[in-house]
């Protein structure tokens, strides 16, 4: 129904023509550090989204369209890329909601969907000349793997090189790269490859890769990332090389090293640049997920891995935004959220450590993301809550735990997953077997349309989304 | 050694720099219907060049320069495309030279292998300038389901609708597409559609490709051709459409009909076209690998297939050379070979018959050849020769056969595999199992750097390069 002086005057047609003029876009871009659950997080924002005009008690209060009752309505809708394959929420939301639940299947590459939100308009303008909105939210997909890769653009080949073999240094990846670092030392680098050799070095680098990544080492800052997700482009020679000593003398295009150098050149032309232009560059705003709680799990090693992804995550949003990396120019994210996954795999009075931790996590690059126009915000979640809070008597006292059904087991247990610091740990905090987080099955859920159980999905909604209604 | 009044007087660092200047190019795509042994031909091809100038008898006396002595020696090289996959050369001559030789895994994709040739010029002005000259080979291994989806780029979607579904009324296509229509024929094709049914649409006319593609039917003609093999596109709503039945009424851009079209465009934009722009438009010499006595085993319907399949290529070809296809303006391609392979497969006196069998296939397009610029040649070849003539007595007299292990065999043994037709056989020739040629194991090979047997190898070697030396 149109209220107000204004409607009353404009020709249907013209009225029309302006509600379509004053719909909007954004293309939020979601991310995260290998198995930090970004399946289950569009799923869940998607599903939260369509069901959230139906709901009868809000299920997402600091959301605040949603909750003022502003919000008419979300569609799913044709997604506007073609040649991008779509992200299968029905595939995903089946398998969540099956009678034996399951944990999606996580994807492997790129995907989109597009979600169409009514919504009534407050602005003052707008409320009167087009009361119902329409905001098209396109969610995009994409391996982490293919943001870490973005640093690469700054780096020459030998920066690069030195970069990683230093990361080489230190366990895991000393004892990992020992193969891959032997076979190195017997290539003349000056000289032109003799038979197979660039082949097995960037093979050994690559196996290097794999076990980095392993769950059992778990760290997340390797490059180039698709080595270990290759897709259409494996066996190219654009993915076969690998980080090299510094070379004092002079080298030829047809040695090991120019050879190594060029395809270098190359992957970050034919691979990064084309990321960079085709994708990224479009991106409105960033989630970035990130699973603390099995990087505590795992161990020192792989928490400052994790530490060390973020940070040069981060810098690489704040020095593009600030002009320092030229190849970062024209990109228009302004809002960057970091978010810690699975905080229902913690006792609910940890949260606010759980997000303390994240904040300490990158706190120095932190203090100049508002200076530097990326407004960045750190948080704690559950995309889909697998945990009920619960109470234990241990020697008397009552003692704060969570209930859940573990992974491995068929039974709901009660357990005391163990406490988040709020300060990094420091070396020789990392005692064997400090943390022990869980992994749980998802919840059987009653009634799906009721919005699926979360911790601070509104949150994050409302951060990345709030301004734009 | 140089020699002649030219070299004399040449400064070194000018003739090299001439040398260089000299080198030439060229770049052979070849390509195949599917399993018509394009892996083979390529391993055996690349495994003659580089032996070429080893084995003590000519093993190419119809390549004249390997045959006159002016091959000077071949090198694999560098490939010069980064991003384009390895042909893995190594891999494949393992495979068919181990101890129990077995046929190369095929290629999925695109892939690339350079190849240097140095060779003697006998031109009589380069003879004294650069009397050892160097040719770059470039032979790319691409799918046969890529080149037979350039004619859609001339065909608009309702164009391509029509010729789909008047191939579905003839067997065996009409039953496997059954279930694909009957879906189809409830959809609304100028309303919007409901829930997921185009991608239920697709997904049937798809699981149909798929059908028609299996060894049991063996049909070649099958569009979109990364429908069935869709790589880093799966899932991707350009390889969700499918064709329609023509609307006589209007349609909006949002009706089942509005959505397949746009996306069938999308497809032609985004893959089509850019196969065509990123490699095709860059082949100077193409050879289309065709297994006939397979299409034969089958049948009618899939030899009645291939016969159109190779027609609609040589079209391409020749509208394209001539200007009558704007798409294909600025091809290069100015040789075409179409090879029946595994000529080994029927008796050595069948060898004219199924040149003679390949040339009526194609009779009609290939009289305009040579006048609209692109020569194109048919023959019968063995890549790897795995069978050796024999002779059997039948009732007291002679009759040639030929003698190999089946592949699902251990034991040699001698059959008579059956007549190759010189004319196309009429419908009613098909008599069940009229024909049953055989498929066989590689040869044990005693001495792989002799060169593989192999039939007419160097005839098609001759046609394809020979006037480049």
């Known amino acids: 129904m149109k209220t107000g002086l204004f409607s009353r005057f404009i020709p249907r047609q013209l009225d029309e023509n302006l509600n379509?003029?004053?719909?909007?876009?954004?293309?939020?871009?979601?991310?995260?550090?290998?198995?930090?659950?970004k399946t289950v997080f569009i799923t869940s924002l998607v599903h939260q989204l369509l069901h959230a005009s139906e709901a009868n008690v809000s299920q997402l209060p600091f959301f605040r369209i949603a909750h003022n009752g502003r919000l008419r309505g979300v569609k799913a809708m044709q997604q506007p890329d073609l040649h991008i394959p779509a992200f299968r929420y029905d595939q995903a939301i089946a398998q969540l909601c099956s009678q034996t639940p399951a944990w999606p299947t996580p994807t492997s590459g790129i995907s989109e969907i597009?979600?169409?939100?009514?919504y009534r308009s407050d602005n003052l303008f707008f409320k009167h000349v087009a009361p119902i909105s329409t905001l098209y939210l396109d969610i995009v997909d994409y391996p982490g793997e293919w943001l870490l890769d973005l640093p690469l653009l700054s780096w020459s080949y030998e920066q690069w090189s030195q970069h990683t073999l230093e990361a080489c240094q230190y366990e895991p990846r000393q004892s990992l790269s020992q193969e891959w670092q032997a076979f190195i030392r017997t290539l003349a680098l000056d000289k032109a490859p003799t038979g197979d050799s660039i082949r097995q070095a960037s093979a050994l680098y690559t196996a290097f890769l794999h076990r980095c990544k392993s769950p059992e080492y778990g760290l997340?800052?390797?490059?180039?990332?698709?080595?270990?997700?290759?897709?259409d482009l494996e066996g190219a020679p654009l993915l076969e090389f690998c980080p090299l000593p510094p070379l004092s003398g002079r080298y030829t295009d047809n040695s090991v090293y120019g050879v190594m150098r060029k395809r270098y050149d190359s992957y970050k032309e034919h691979v990064v640049k084309k990321f960079y232009n085709e994708h990224f560059s479009s991106f409105d705003r960033q989630v970035v997920l990130i699973d603390i709680l099995r990087a505590l799990n795992?161990?020192?090693?792989?928490?400052?891995?994790?530490?060390?992804?973020?940070?040069?995550?981060?810098?690489?949003?704040?020095?593009?935004?600030?002009?320092l990396l030229s190849w970062l120019w024209g990109f228009k994210i302004?809002?960057?959220?970091?978010?810690?996954?699975?905080?229902?795999?913690?006792?609910?009075?940890?949260?606010?450590?759980?997000e303390k931790f994240l904040q300490n996590m990158l706190a120095k690059s932190q203090q100049h993301a508002t200076f530097e126009g990326v407004e960045t915000q750190t948080m704690a979640l559950a995309s889909v809550k697998c945990t009920q809070a619960a109470e234990a008597n241990y020697q008397g006292r009552k003692i704060p735990c969570i209930k859940g059904v573990?992974?491995?087991?068929?039974?709901?247990?009660?357990?005391?997953?163990?406490?988040?610091?709020?300060?990094?740990?420091?070396?020789e905090d990392w005692s064997k077997d400090r943390f022990q987080f869980m992994e749980f099955k998802?919840?059987?859920?009653?009634?799906?349309?009721?919005?699926?159980?979360?911790?601070r999905l509104d949150r994050a909604l409302e951060f990345l989304l709030g301004d734009k209604f």
């Open 114 to 118: 597009r979600l169409a939100i009514r």
């Open 220 to 231: 997340n800052g390797l490059q180039p990332g698709r080595f270990t997700m290759p897709g």
């Open 20 to 37: 379509r003029s004053l719909d909007r876009q954004v293309k939020l871009a979601v991310t995260g550090l290998s198995r930090s659950g």
């Open 298 to 323: 795992i161990g020192n090693a792989a928490f400052e891995d994790t530490r060390s992804a973020i940070n040069m995550i981060l810098n690489s949003f704040h020095y593009g935004k600030s002009g």
């Open 406 to 427: 573990p992974m491995s087991g068929q039974q709901a247990v009660a357990l005391f997953p163990g406490e988040v610091p709020i300060e990094m740990p420091m070396a």
């Open 334 to 354: 302004d809002r960057l959220l970091f978010a810690a996954t699975k905080a229902d795999h913690a006792t609910p009075e940890q949260l606010p450590n759980m």
């Open 442 to 455: 998802p919840p059987r859920l009653a009634n799906v349309h009721g919005g699926l159980p979360h911790i």
